[in-house]
Structure formats: C-alpha cells, structure tokens
C-alpha cells in the first residue's frame, strides 16, 4: 500500500486515546544576568569528611568486606576501591588510579601555565 492509500483508510481507524497531560516541574525564578539562585551550601571541613569516609567504611565492613572509602589528599577526591576479600587484591578503583594521577598532572600544569603568565 503507498501513502495515498493509508490516507483514505485513517477516518475509518478507531482513534487512539492519549493522555497528554504531564507533570511539569516548577521552574526556579533566574535574575535578569541569566544567573539563578546558587543553593546555600553548608561548609565541610576536612574533619567532616573523614568522619563521613570512616562510618562508610565501617558500614561497609558490615555488609561487604570488599569496599574501600577514601579521600586523595592531592585532588581531595573521593576514591572507592574494591577488594577481593580473600586476598585483599585490588579488583577495581573508582575513578582508576590512571585518571587520578591524569588529574594531579592537569593541576600541577595548570599551575605552571597561571605562573608562566603572571
């Protein structure tokens, strides 16, 4: 059947129902420079977020054995690695320790770009 066809047989087709309602969410109030309001954040200190990686880790060794929490101290990233719980061998890292020491040569290059131009 071509297309000219179908068009002769589309008013005798029982029409499909469709709903066409929709949740839209709302929409936040931006200033007149295009800026919205930034979320007021509070502050964390490096204390917080040891806590925090020391109660994951506990938590962990709870219900798995096999995951690991910690914080770069270079970038201040948070790592998670996975072990094998019998022979405590690295199976994964998360981000890999590729991209981690990737990240530490952006930051130490960047910072020699910012003095070559002052």
């Known amino acids: 059947?071509?297309?000219?066809?179908?068009?002769?047989?589309a008013p005798m087709m029982p029409r499909q129902q469709t709903d066409r309602s929709q949740n839209v969410p709302s929409i936040e109030r931006v200033d007149a420079d295009g800026r919205g309001r930034a979320p007021q954040v509070e502050s964390v200190t490096a204390e917080d977020v040891d806590n925090a990686v020391a109660t994951l880790n506990d938590f962990v060794q709870v219900v798995r054995r096999d995951l690991q929490f910690s914080v770069d101290e270079t970038s201040g990233r948070t790592v998670i690695t996975?072990?094998?719980s019998e022979t405590e061998e690295v199976v994964r890292q998360i981000p890999p320790e590729r991209l981690v020491a990737a990240a530490e040569n952006v930051q130490r290059l960047q910072g020699l770009l910012f003095e070559a131009e002052a």
């Open 82 to 84: 996975v072990l094998d």
């Open 1 to 9: 059947m071509d297309r000219a066809d179908l068009t002769l047989l």
